[in-house]
């Protein structure tokens, strides 16, 4: 509950349970500490010491000596799950074997890919063939345990049938009809 709501520093109301029974039953709005959390802290760890300041009990308004715990604070980023990918190749003839490659950010620990054919995969960086002549959607949807994201590339993958080859054949002027 932040106290002064000015970002990215804020004082934090931290409620504490006395386990050593240090406090005589009955007393309310005791104040242990204040804490103040920057928002704009580096990823990585950093020390951050917390200083009872006063501890009152409201009944005899007994004060305590200021006193200091060390301890270590843990930062993390939090990045926003993106689905995105790439493809070895886009375009060729049928069959066509593409290779794919995740490149989603947010650290994904699950992938389902659809390749628009009919077929899917949960591989993280598939291979797939195409059979048949065609223009494709690929969708690759994304997720771990902060949520889920999907990208469709529309007509993404494109199939042609191998043209049959012509041969032409001369033949000599004997082998004509009619001569």
């Known amino acids: ?24 039953s009955g007393v309310t709005n005791l104040t242990l500490c204040n804490l103040t959390i920057r928002g704009d802290a580096p990823p990585g760890t950093t020390n951050l010491s917390i200083t009872a ?6 009944v005899a308004g007994r004060y305590s000596p200021p006193e200091t715990t060390d ?7 939090l990045s926003l799950m993106e689905a995105n990918f790439t493809a070895n190749i886009t375009t060729g003839t049928a069959p066509l074997t593409v290779q794919f490659t995740d490149t ?10 659809n390749f628009g054919d009919g077929a899917t995969s949960t591989d993280q960086n598939p291979t797939h063939t195409y059979q048949n002549a065609g223009t494709y959607d690929v969708t690759l ?19 042609t049938n191998m043209s049959p080859s012509v041969s032409t054949i001369e033949l000599p002027p004997s082998h004509l009809a009619g001569t």
Do not use: F
């Open 53 to 58: 300041t006063k501890i009152d009990d409201d």
């Open 141 to 159: 949807t994304v997720s771990n345990a902060e949520g889920t994201d999907s990208l469709t590339k529309h007509e993404y993958i494109s199939v």
């Open 1 to 24: 509950m932040p106290v002064n709501g000015s970002l990215p520093a804020d004082s934090v109301y931290v409620q504490a349970v006395d386990l050593m029974g240090s406090v005589d």
């Open 104 to 113: 989603s950010t947010g650290t994904p620990t699950s992938w389902s890919w």
């Open 71 to 77: 301890v270590c604070l843990r930062v993390e980023t």
